[in-house]
């Protein structure tokens, strides 16, 4: 199927859908049930979500992702085979899409063939590519943006003010601000200087400035909304993956509490 690329909603501060990205591998624990988990998202408007392209060398990720995505290299999930899945799906089925994977996965595909087709696709937004250094990045954000996809720009407490204002001035889509140091699944800690970094990059920026990784509650999610523009919850939810009914009761706990924060 190929379809034009849609006119997608854009966040803007105060007239935003609800400030919530949910994390999901695809294909943990099959297609079909990610296929629901992407119309249950749709459904409800959200700004985004992070679709995790399974790597059997990731960097970033902890145990809670890792066994998700060896259950998810178990079915066809790579990268070019999930864009071939995506482009069965109705449009009305399907949020707006940042796929988050390796750069590895982009190398041996083609940068360029890969930003055709999901241009031509319509659903991804954009990309988020961990172990892509903002110095890297350089030899390839030209391509991307030509093909009209975002490319995340990621800042942690460890980095300088002025490469993250660099950072900052190229991202798209939205700014990644990593909470903590270390991988996936670890607990944050919202600290005075979380916020004052976040107030920071704000400042820099007209676009969404999202928190992510160790997202592990609702009641958090409702803090970090009182000085960031969004919330990224990816281990939380991934534990429940396997069981549909259960996962879809913690996305609906984080999406009430998304809305309630940003309220």
């Known amino acids: 199927m190929t379809r034009s690329p849609r006119t997608l909603p854009r966040w803007r501060r105060g007239i935003s859908p609800p400030p919530l990205i949910p994390y999901i591998v695809a294909g943990d624990p099959d297609l079909e049930t990610t296929a629901e988990y992407l119309a249950l998202a749709a459904k409800k408007g959200l700004f985004a979500v992070e679709l995790g392209i399974p790597f059997s060398d990731p960097t970033a990720d902890g145990p809670v992702i890792q066994k998700a995505t060896q259950r998810s290299l178990r079915h066809e999930t790579a990268l070019e085979n999930i864009l071939a899945w995506l482009s069965g799906i ?6 707006p899409l940042y796929l988050m994977t390796y750069f ?3 190398h041996h595909m083609g940068v360029t063939r890969f930003c055709r087709e999901a241009h031509r696709l319509g659903c991804i937004e954009g990309v988020v590519i961990p172990d892509l250094s903002f110095e890297d990045g350089i030899l390839y954000r030209k391509v991307f943006r030509e093909h009209g996809i975002n490319l995340v720009g990621f800042v942690s407490p460890t980095t300088g003010m002025d490469r993250a204002r660099r950072i900052v001035k190229e991202s798209r889509g939205f700014v990644y601000y990593v909470g903590l140091m270390g991988t996936t699944g670890s607990a944050l800690h919202v600290t005075d200087e979380t916020r ?3 107030g920071m990059l704000k400042e820099w920026t007209q676009l969404p400035v999202c928190v992510g990784f160790g997202i592990s509650s609702g009641a958090m999610v409702e803090e970090i909304l009182q000085f960031a523009d969004g919330v990224i919850v990816g281990s939380r939810l991934v534990q429940d993956e396997e069981n549909p009914t259960k996962w879809k009761e913690t996305f609906e706990e984080f999406f ?7 309220g």
């Not at 009430?256 to 940003?262: F, N």
Request: glycine letters at 6%; proline letters at 11%; zero cysteines.
């Open 90 to 95: 109705p449009e009305e089925q399907l949020p």
């Open 104 to 106: 590895n996965l982009f």
């Open 196 to 198: 004052r970094t976040v």
């Open 256 to 262: 009430s509490a998304a809305v309630k924060g940003k």
